[in-house]
Structure formats: C-alpha cells, structure tokens
C-alpha cells in the first residue's frame, strides 16, 4: 500500500508517514466492523462503559503525549492540545455512564388488548468522518456514543491530522476494545473511502463532522440507501455585544471564542456586532489584547493549518480592507518566514455586508460591525444561512436571554466564550447541519427506536 507523509503546519516539516489507503482498504475495514457487530451490540451495557472509562483513563494517563502530538500534526499551541485532550477523555466518560442508561418505555394501549413495549437498538456499522482542527475530540466525540450504543465504527480522520486518531485507536485497544470494532483508515483520497461506505448496505450510519459543501455532497449520496446521517457543517457565529454589556468579561470571552485553536473552530467567533455606545471601548480593550499575544510554535497562537488557509484568510482581510475596514490591531508573528502563521488581526468600521462578514474565516481574525438597534442586530444576525452557534454579552441576564432565544443558532453561550461541553447537544441549525453531538442526544444518534405490540387479552 502506497504512504502519504503528514507534516508540522509550524515548520513545514515532515514528521511522519502512513498508509494511504483506498477502496480495497474502506472495504476491510466494514468486514471487520460487519465481523464484530453482533457481539458487541450483545456486550451488557456496564461492561462496554468499563472499557470507555478505562480509555479515559488511559487518555490521562498519556494527556502530554497526546497534546504533544496534537501539537506537532495541527500545529495549535500545547494549552490549546492539552485542553483538547482533557475534553476529548470527557467523551469516553460521559458515555461511560450513559452506555448503562439507555431508555425506553413500556405501557397499556390506549385501546386496549396490547401492551406497548419501546427499546432502542444499535443503528449497526458507522461510518465516522472527522476533520482536522481537533484531531482527538472530533474522534471521540463520535466514538464514543457509538460505542456505548453498541455500534461498531470506520472511521477516517483528516489527511492533514492522522496521527491522534491512530494514537486515539491503539488506547481503545488498550482499554479492552475488541478487534474490529474500531477500524481507522488514513487516506488522502476521502472521496473514494467514503464512498464506498455509503454504498456499502453493511454501513447503517454517516456521522460527518466539516464543510457544509462536503456535508451536502454526503448527505445526497446517503439519500440513494437512505443512511442514517448526522451532519456537524459550517460555522459563522455572531459574537453579540450589547450597550449595558461587562465590557472587560465581553472582551475575555472574544479572546477564547474567536482565538482559540487560532479561530479554526467551526464554533469560533466570526463576526462581532457592538452597540453604536460601546463599540470604541469594546474595539480598544480587544485591540490590546490582541496586540500582546504571543505567536510562534511555542506561543499562545500556532500556525494556520496549510498555505492554502494562509491565503485564503489574507483575501478576506484585503476585501474587508478593500471595502472600507481598517486594521486597528494586529500581533506580531515569527520572522524566520517558516509554518503558516497570520497575524492575529481586529477590524473596525466593517460594512454589515463585507465578504468577511457573509464567509466563515477559520482564522485569527475579529471583524467589528456596529449596530445600533435590535431590530437591526436581529436582521443582521439571523441573515446568515449558518446556524451554529453564537455568543451574546449584555449586562441584564433576561436581555441576554431574548436574544440568544431570537438567535437562529443551535449553540449560544450567554455571558460566556465557550459552548462545547461533553454534556450538552452540540449541533445547529439551517446549513450548520442535521442532528447533535454529546449529551444523550448524541447517543440517541448511534441507536434505532424499535416498537414491539404485546397482545395481551383483557380478563
């Protein structure tokens, strides 16, 4: 089988080589998850959550490893990997304790004669789709529940990030994984892989975790054997700051929801709307902070994932540029002229309707719009066809809160810079995608509810 070499974004360095598999690859790996479906859907609950908890154990165990990994392949800063390890683990353990409550219900018809009996069963094969950015929590976010289910998976992670779903794999292993039960193919050909899952009748399910654009081209080809498809799209939220807002706790939120990972998270700020009143002092304070972050491969921000990231971003900023914006903030980045760094940038005065506004940027860039009613805001707002998340800061909780509910968003953090948590339905709405992720919705996505009729005579 041929390789294909994966390389540190903050020095373009090669650091490692793996097997760059393909159709006949795709294929072995649903007659292993096809082999060992039906004894692990038969496993009892408590012992599949012993072995999730004990692969969250081990993921402690090797936290540093694991960030150093990270850090090396997706070239984020390492408290950036080793708090994406940490929330990683949490999966393997919130669905540890959620593998030994899976519900149902049983009652008399209403009708009489019968006794009606709900369970839920393992959907069966998945086929698990993973992106870059956050190599291990994008996995387990998706094993995890799957698992716990009693599901077996394929599973194939970005070409650019590799590495820490196999070091992911080899832990499960571990932890008393049976064989085929996780199966993770790395290839630079995704099209041809996943392809040949979805038109396999073994793959009962799709979970997909990326761009809306590939979302759309899975979700017609799932539609020829009607899979089973949940689908964690494209991003562009609004980071709402009101008049009456904290601005001091505004401004430490921006600082995680829009630089966190170098804003190449789909739940990253992208557009920041500021009240007309306190747009000048919210943009100063941000401003600074900006100013003074330190970038490089050992900074608080690392490198851009590729060249072509670099170059996209760089256009969004010479359009906003181009159309009345003006720079009013931006760090400093290594001079050595190695890894794809951009500058961490704040943009003031950006018209409502800049490319930069209407595009997901995925980097460490902060556009500034003002508004100055809420009908306005609103307008602006709920104008995108992405429905994410968002974030909104404003002084009055009830204020904040009949925003965040006329936000056409899945995800808002109210007064906070972050919403992913292991315990909470992660997903959106519109074209951010179809179903959630975490919580027990996101195990009720890895299950089929099955409705058994119990004739039962009336004495």
């Not at 041929?2 to 294929?27: K, L, R």
Request: include cysteine; charge should be negative; proline fraction near 5%.
């Amino acid at each position: 089988m041929s390789q294909f070499t994966v390389e540190n974004p903050a020095t373009g360095e090669t650091i490692a080589t793996v097997p760059d598999g393909g159709v006949a690859e795709a294929t072995t790996a649903v007659d292993a998850a096809t082999a060992a479906a039906r004894a692990w859907a038969r496993t009892p609950a408590r012992t599949r959550s012993e072995v999730l908890h004990r692969t969250f154990e081990l993921m402690l165990r090797d936290r540093e490893e694991l960030a150093a990994l990270i850090v090396s392949e997706n070239g984020k800063s390492l408290a950036d990997a080793r708090g994406e390890v940490t929330y990683a683990a949490e999966f393997f353990r919130w669905y540890a304790e959620e593998a030994v409550r899976t519900d149902g219900s049983y009652g008399p018809s209403p009708a009489g004669g019968t006794r009606t009996l709900v369970t839920r069963k393992p959907v069966g094969v998945a086929a698990l789709v993973t992106p870059w950015n956050f190599p291990a929590a994008m996995a387990t976010r998706k094993i995890g529940p799957a698992l716990a289910a009693g599901c077996t998976v394929v599973l194939k992670p970005a070409a650019e990030t590799p590495l820490t779903a196999l070091a992911v794999a080899r832990l499960l292993t571990e932890a008393g994984v049976p064989d085929g039960v996780v199966n993770v193919v790395t290839t630079t050909d995704a099209g041809a892989v996943v392809t040949t899952w979805l038109e396999d009748p073994r793959v009962r399910k799709i979970s997909f975790t990326g761009s809306t654009r590939v979302g759309q081209l899975l979700l017609r080809q799932a539609a020829d054997r009607v899979v089973n498809s949940s689908m964690e799209l494209g991003g562009n939220a609004p980071f709402v700051v009101t008049a009456d807002a904290d601005l001091d706790a505004a401004v430490e939120g921006a600082m995680i929801a829009k630089f966190r990972n170098g804003g190449q998270a789909c739940t990253a700020a992208n557009r920041f709307y500021v009240h007309a009143d306190v747009v000048e002092d919210f943009t100063a304070k941000l401003a600074a902070r900006v100013e003074a972050l330190k970038v490089g491969a050992d900074g608080e921000i690392g490198p851009l994932i590729s060249a072509k990231a670099v170059d996209g971003v760089t256009k969004l900023v010479e359009s906003a540029i181009a159309a009345g914006a003006r720079v009013v903030a931006r760090a400093e980045v290594p001079s050595d002229g190695k890894g794809y760094f951009f500058p961490p940038t704040v943009l003031a005065d950006v018209p409502a309707d800049a490319e930069i506004v209407r595009h997901e940027i995925f980097g460490p860039v902060a556009p500034v719009i003002t508004y100055r009613s809420e009908d306005e805001l609103l307008e602006l707002v709920n104008a995108s066809e992405m429905g994410l998340a968002a974030y909104v800061y404003a002084g009055e909780l009830q204020h904040a809160l009949r925003l965040g509910e006329a936000i056409d968003a899945g995800m808002v953090g109210v007064n906070r810079g972050l919403v992913s948590d292991p315990a909470a339905p992660f997903g959106g709405m519109k074209q951010s995608g179809i179903g959630r992720e975490g919580a027990r919705e996101g195990l009720h996505e890895f299950t089929e509810i099955q409705y058994l009729s119990v004739a039962w005579p009336e004495d």
